[in-house]
């Protein structure tokens, strides 16, 4: 069973700051299969970047994801006010066929 | 515009049932895997159900397997989901998503709260 974790649990930036979200699987993942999601409270979530570097539609280009194998990364180059969120890491493949992490709540400071 | 709109949440006894509905617009519903996801109350998301898009394949968390069914009708473009026994564990938002590219859950709808409570 493929198990995501995410660090930290909690990032408290300013905006304007970088933000560096983590995504460790305990196996290999197939790049073509890791995404990420944010989740703004009361919402669904919203898919921001697939196979693990590429851009949804209309995610703007301060959202960059990297990685390859067991770890991910999500990166946030200059955060807006409407960046503060959960994120949500998620790969496909064997079972469970989807696997989420935990989250990482983006917080203002 | 592509949307999912769920349906048939609510308050529910411990045993009890529920059947939640998924309908779909805006895209070829038929062409299109689709899965639930859930979410409890403060926590995390947790994929639950998968099925594709002529209802010959399935597969269910662990967490829901024997308990929940997943079935589709293309021609009212529509997804559902059969979940008995309910316990206090199933509470949760629930959510269906259409499956993209890669694999990649691309279009959410707004979720359907179902809470099991005494």
């Known amino acids: 069973e493929i198990v995501l974790t995410q660090s930290p649990d909690i990032l408290s930036l300013s905006p304007g700051e970088r933000a560096t979200l983590s995504c460790r699987a305990n196996?290999?993942?197939?790049?073509?299969?890791l995404a990420w999601y944010q989740q703004k409270g009361g919402q669904a979530p919203r898919l921001l970047i697939y196979s693990a570097s590429s851009r949804a539609t209309g995610i703007p280009d301060r959202f960059s994801g990297s990685g390859s194998g067991t770890e991910f990364t999500l990166t946030i180059s200059r955060l807006e006010p409407e960046d503060f969120a959960v994120y949500y890491c998620?790969?496909?493949?064997?079972?469970?066929?989807?696997?989420f992490g935990q989250g990482t709540k983006l917080e203002i400071k | 515009q592509v949307q999912l709109v769920e349906s048939g949440g609510g308050l529910v006894k411990p045993g009890g049932s529920l059947r939640l509905s998924c309908a779909a617009s805006g895209f070829t519903f038929s062409d299109s895997y689709m899965t639930w996801i859930r979410q409890g109350p403060g926590k995390g998301l947790e994929w639950i159900s998968y099925?594709?898009?002529?209802?010959?394949?399935?597969r269910y968390a662990d967490s829901v397997k024997g308990r929940f069914t997943v079935s589709r009708d293309n021609s009212k473009n529509s997804l559902y989901l059969q979940i008995n026994s309910l316990r206090a564990e199933d509470t949760a938002m629930y959510y269906c998503?259409?499956?993209?590219?890669?694999?990649?859950?691309?279009?959410w709808g707004q979720g359907t709260t179902v809470t099991v409570s005494s």
């Open positions: 998620q790969q496909y493949g064997s079972s469970p066929i989807y696997s």
């Open positions: 998503a259409r499956v993209g590219l890669w694999f990649v859950l691309d279009v």
């Open positions: 099925i594709s898009g002529s209802s010959t394949y399935t």
């Open positions: 196996q290999n993942v197939s790049s073509s299969y």
